[in-house]
Nanobody, 121 residues
């Protein structure tokens, strides 16, 4: 499975961005999908995840109520709508995929290349 993340950029605090992650080479509808992020000098952290059907989602406490994950299985794409962005959301955002029924918060076999989100104050 190949994952291509896009949509990052520079935005002012309080603004919005939508990230996309296009998948190819696998059966997208059988994968749970996740977004992670890594800020400079910090470890990669879980942001959000969605089940293969889209019927179940998980969010990190820090983004709950501001970020929304969704997917379009017909387009082999998962989205991350980010609203009310804060400077502490600045990071490289990675999408990830896995077909196993394990934790939403870890154990992802496939990773995209990352897209940089910078939130200015």
């Amino acid at each position: 499975v190949q994952l291509q993340a896009s949509g990052g950029g520079l935005v002012q605090a309080g603004g919005s961005l939508r990230l996309s992650c296009a998948a190819s080479g696998g059966t997208f509808s059988s994968y749970k999908m996740g977004w992670f992020r890594q800020a400079p000098g910090k470890e990669r952290e879980f942001v959000t995840a969605i089940s293969w059907s889209g019927g179940s989602t998980r969010y990190a406490t820090s983004v709950k109520g501001r970020f929304t994950i969704s997917r379009d299985n017909a387009k082999n794409t998962v989205y991350l709508q980010m609203n009310s962005l804060k400077p502490e959301d600045t990071a490289v955002y990675y999408c990830a995929a896995d077909s196993r029924s394990i934790s939403y918060y870890s154990a992802y076999a496939y990773w995209g290349q990352g897209t940089l989100v910078t939130v200015s104050s």
